[in-house]
């Protein structure tokens, strides 16, 4: 799945993304890093079809994605809480999302029990996601993302709620399902080391009202540690230049 | 089981002070007669008359008949409320403000005017006890249909549930245990409300046995009949209400 971005926008009562602009080929994981407020989750529902954009276009595979109306393609969403049915098991969790793709009943079962597998929650099908904890609630979360063979994978700082040990497993899990799966995946974060842990290509976005400050291929050239340094700095930066800027509104 | 859960268990305490009133009232009584205050035992006797007449059946099944009419009618026409202002956030409005009103008229309007257009018949406590409990099972459910959780909406959205999977698997769910919890409140006030109607014009039910017995002077009975209403009362709540509620939330 091929991934387009071009010129997108967005203003509420004041811009929040001037222009944003890259693209992503099938296969390719894509962190989105910036400040915090630049828009980095509204880039990802304008992406994901659930916001429209003031300005510009996305388009998936030649398809170009139109907001609040049923998308030809399949995208799977992990947002930042696990927006779970409390009162479904994690097995019926998974499996609803199935319905809409015509699956039957027991085939719904076995598909939801096999990602829930592979998001290391076997065992726990029969569960609902109140008897259950916090990174495991996630890792189902993924699971039903996953389970719709998605075109397109959003994450949107799907970590957040997670300790610093969960963290780290749930990193190594996701870039192993990605590897085993070769979906495209967009990644939101405010974590350096976690994009560059995991991320094949990284997004810098700049203070509000965002652009593009820097596209970087995380492909082994560029040593780690020197290019989380230079992250960390460029994120500084922005970060200064969005406080300057004063209060949202001013 | 240690002697404290079974002092909970009993419930002691409760029982300890229900003999303390029982021991005032029968002085009470000694004092001033049975005419203003019949004795415990003379309502035993009374509650163990009607037993054995089937009178407890009779005005018993009467009365929950209307509730079952009046209070059934409200919580249906509540459901469609809820409905409408699930579909339209102008419906929402309306139905809230058109609840708010109702949910602050007195009793005796209804009563009163029920009397005027309906007569002395069975309509009359029917459609006193729609109107009150029509806005305290409404007024639940549009509580529960406004606190939908939207995320998990805007979820069924992303992953395309058709509209009717999402009202099924979300918004039902979510906003059962408010028709519940509603629906319990709205059976207690039913009984009250039908009770005090009954009083006008109908022949059976423990309204009109009640205030029989008080114009045929037979104190203890108005005060047998009101025990019948508190065990209806109690049973209902723990054996209709609890179970479901308990059901519904399960996965608590």
């Not at chain 2, 006008?200 to 009640?210: E, K, N």
Request: hydrophobic residues 50%; positive net charge; aromatic residues 8%.
């Amino acid at each position: 799945m091929k991934l387009e971005v071009s010129g997108v926008g967005k203003d509420y009562l004041i811009p929040v993304i001037d222009s944003v602009s890259f693209a992503a080929e099938a296969g390719e994981f894509v962190c989105l890093l910036g400040p915090n407020g630049c828009g980095k989750t509204t880039l990802l529902r304008i992406v994901g079809g659930i916001e429209p954009a003031t300005r510009g276009r996305v388009v998936l595979d030649g398809l170009p994605v139109i907001a609040e109306q049923r998308q030809p393609r399949k995208v799977g969403i992990v947002f930042q809480e696990d927006r779970l049915l409390p009162w479904m098991t994690l097995r019926d969790n998974v499996g609803l999302v199935l319905t809409p793709l015509g699956v039957g009943a027991a085939e719904r079962a076995a598909t939801a029990d096999r990602y829930l597998k592979l998001a290391g929650l076997a065992g726990f099908e029969a569960y609902y996601p109140g008897r259950v904890s916090g990174g495991m609630r996630q890792r189902a979360a993924i699971a039903r993302a996953l389970a719709i063979e998605p075109d397109l994978l959003l994450m949107d700082e799907p970590f957040g709620a997670l300790d610093a040990q969960n963290r780290r497993i749930m990193q190594t899990e996701v870039r192993r399902i990605w590897r085993e799966t070769g979906r495209t995946i967009i990644f939101v974060t405010h974590s350096i080391e976690e994009a560059v842990a995991i991320g094949t290509t990284l997004v810098m976005l700049s203070a509000r009202p965002s652009r593009v400050r820097e596209l970087i291929r995380n492909d082994g050239r560029v040593e780690r540690a020197k290019l989380v340094d230079d992250l960390n700095t460029m994120i500084m930066e922005e970060v200064e230049r969005q406080q300057g800027a004063g209060p949202p509104g001013a | 089981m240690t002697w404290r859960d079974w002092t909970a268990r009993l419930h002691l305490p409760t029982l300890l002070v229900t003999v303390l009133i029982v021991i005032g009232w029968g002085l009470l009584s000694w004092r001033y007669g049975a005419y203003v205050l019949p004795s415990p035992l003379a309502v035993l006797a009374g509650l163990r008359d009607i037993l054995r007449t089937g009178e407890i059946w009779t005005h018993t099944a009467a009365s929950l008949a209307r509730i079952a009419v009046g209070f059934g009618g409200a919580v249906l026409v509540a459901v469609l409320l809820g409905l409408a202002a699930f579909l339209s956030r102008l419906a929402r409005g309306a139905v809230h403000d058109v609840l708010a009103v109702l949910n602050s008229t007195s009793v005796f309007v209804w009563i009163v005017i029920s009397i005027i257009w309906f007569g002395l018949s069975n309509w009359a406590p029917i459609f006193t006890t729609f109107m009150i409990t029509l806005p305290v099972v409404g007024s639940n459910i549009v509580e529960g249909v406004a606190g939908v959780d939207r995320r998990l909406l805007e979820m069924g959205d992303v992953y395309r549930l058709s509209g009717r999977r999402k009202f099924t698997a979300i918004v039902v769910p979510s906003t059962l245990p408010y028709l519940v919890a509603g629906m319990k409140i709205g059976f207690g006030l039913a009984l009250k409300v039908s009770v005090v109607a009954e009083i006008f014009g109908v022949t059976s039910g423990i309204g009109y046995v009640m205030n029989y017995s008080r114009e045929i002077l037979a104190t203890q009975m108005v005060f047998a009949w009101a025990v019948v209403m508190i065990l209806v009362m109690t049973l209902t709540d723990k054996l209709v209400f609890d179970t479901v509620s308990r059901r519904l939330t399960r996965w608590r």
